[in-house]
């Protein structure tokens, strides 16, 4: 399957700051969609993004769908403890099978 | 709205036993759910795709007689395992996409697939 690229792989913060994680790959996809996974659960949709150079947000939550479409960031401001989870970036192709990234742990000290 | 559950949420069972996953759409109609795996600390790696009436799409090398999928109807899809064994232990996640909502994709909170 394709391979999306996400990094950092783990991010331990302060409550409070800034957080910021990127998708990329070598494949043009046609959406990008942030995902947040609680341990045990299944992954929670955070923002979905339609348009190379679309910029959404999402209460504290801003993602961005680059502009090669190849990439995607993703940006939490403020963070607080309740963010803590495993962030993951999936990419769609032609058709409607989605690709996950290889996910983010975030750990928020409070 | 768009609530995808799953059943069981986990399960246990011997080596060379069945287990059937099911996946339904509580307040939608689904015409293509996606069933993904995840090993621990790991992503979502796409098992399959399914299709409501029709045969299911499968990823490159995953074994279409082992992971057995039937999208009988508009809201519930299911994987079977067959002859299970211990490397099959894994958490097992379900998905769909209603309509009108763009390429959303909705979650169900997954099931965890011991095989001793």
């Known amino acids: 399957g394709q391979q999306l690229n996400q990094s950092p792989q783990s991010m331990f913060i302060q409550e409070g700051e800034d957080v910021s994680m990127n998708c990329t790959s070598s494949s043009i996809f046609n959406t990008w969609l942030w995902y947040k996974q609680d341990p045990g659960e299944g992954p929670v949709l955070l923002i979905a993004?339609?348009?190379?150079?679309e910029l959404t947000s999402n209460g504290r939550l801003t993602a961005q769908f680059g502009i090669t479409r190849k990439d995607s960031f993703l940006n939490i401001s403020a963070s607080i403890p309740s963010d803590v989870g495993i962030y993951f970036c999936?990419?769609?192709?032609?058709?409607?099978?989605?690709?996950f990234g290889t996910g983010t742990s975030l750990t928020v000290i409070p | 709205g768009a609530v995808v559950s799953q059943h069981p949420s986990r399960v246990i069972c011997k080596s060379g036993t069945s287990v059937k996953i099911e996946c339904r759409s509580l307040?939608?109609?689904?015409?293509?759910m996606f069933w993904y795996r995840q090993f621990p600390k790991q992503s979502l790696m796409l098992m399959a795709t399914?299709?409501?009436?029709?045969?299911?799409?499968?990823e490159q090398g995953v074994e279409k007689d082992k992971f057995l999928i039937n999208h009988a109807s508009l809201t519930l899809s299911t994987l079977t395992v067959t002859s299970a064994h211990p490397e099959d232990s894994s958490f097992y996640i379900c998905?769909?996409?209603?309509?009108?909502?763009?390429?959303?994709?909705?979650f169900g909170p997954g099931t965890r697939l011991t095989v001793l």
């Open positions: 399914s299709n409501e009436g029709s045969k299911a799409t499968y």
């Open positions: 993004l339609y348009k190379a150079g």
């Open positions: 999936a990419g769609q192709l032609l058709g409607n099978q989605f690709y």
């Open positions: 307040d939608f109609q689904a015409t293509t």
């Open positions: 998905s769909a996409m209603p309509p009108r909502t763009g390429n959303e994709q909705f």
